[in-house]
């Protein structure tokens, strides 16, 4: 669908807000990849606080990425229950996605593909069966540099209120008239900024409607009220 030019103002707008509110940015990429994509997997739609600390346990309880790997769903959901918002899709998202990683690249270690170019790895990554669209685009995001925006329904909802999207813009739609509007360096901040704005209490702010309306509805107002007086006191007619 075609967006409308006022919305990218208004997303710019909101940029410019959040970046003022909430001052310099942590870099909260995880340098291990598959690391990422599992703290993607238990963030979407959730805390990412709160996703750290459940990945934090998970790490602590397994040997390694194999042994996540290798845990039936059910168990692992019984791990994560219950801090993690949906946990026995997200089990089952994570034994999915690892499952794949392995069997594509016959290691849990994917530091190597950093080595790839950008194409190459949207082309790699263009799909991770069982894996939510916002945890693979923002392992590709924050973990190798790839400026793709990652939206999760969360995030979408927060847009919305916000009126930087329209009410009918699906996420795939969002993702990309996203990434149009922003320069290659700033996709990361804007996800960061989103992503922990989404997860506040307070609802995002609706940009102020233009002052000239409403000026000019009371002016007309005014007018009809001055009228209805004129009417009123007008003076008998002498016979």
């Known amino acids: 669908m075609r967006i409308p ?21 942590p870099d909260e990429g995880l340098t291990d990849p598959a690391e990422q994509l599992i703290l993607s997997i238990l963030a979407t739609d959730a805390n990412t606080r709160r996703a750290r600390g459940a990945l934090h346990g998970l790490l602590e309880e397994m040997i390694d990425f ?14 994560l229950e219950p801090n993690v918002k949906g ?24 530091s190597g593909l950093r080595e ?28 190798f540099g790839v400026p793709v925006f990652p939206v999760d329904q969360q995030m979408l909802d927060y847009l919305k209120v916000a009126e930087v999207l329209p009410e009918e813009v ?6 990309h008239y996203v990434e149009r509007q922003l320069k290659a360096a700033e996709v990361r ?17 609706k940009p102020k409607a233009k002052a000239v309306k409403k000026t000019a509805a009371k002016s007309k107002t005014a007018k009809t009220a001055a009228t209805a007086r004129k009417k009123t006191t007008a003076p008998r007619s002498r016979k």
């Open 66 to 79: 194999n042994e996540l790997r290798v845990t039936p769903a059910a168990e692992l959901a019984d791990l």
């Open 5 to 25: 030019s006022q919305f990218a103002k208004r997303m710019r707008t909101l940029f410019n807000r959040l970046r003022r509110e909430s001052g310099a940015v």
């Open 116 to 143: 790839q170019q950008q194409s190459a790895l949207l082309a790699t990554f263009e799909t991770i069966p069982e894996c939510p669209d916002h945890a693979r685009k923002a392992m590709l995001l924050l973990s």
């Open 87 to 110: 946990a026995p899709e997200k089990a089952q998202a994570i034994v999915g996605s690892l499952s794949w990683l392995f069997n594509k690249f016959d290691t849990m270690d994917l």
């Open 189 to 205: 901040e804007f996800y960061l900024l989103v992503k922990a704005a989404s997860e506040s209490a307070a609802p995002p702010a």
């Open 170 to 175: 699906a996420a795939a739609e969002a993702q």
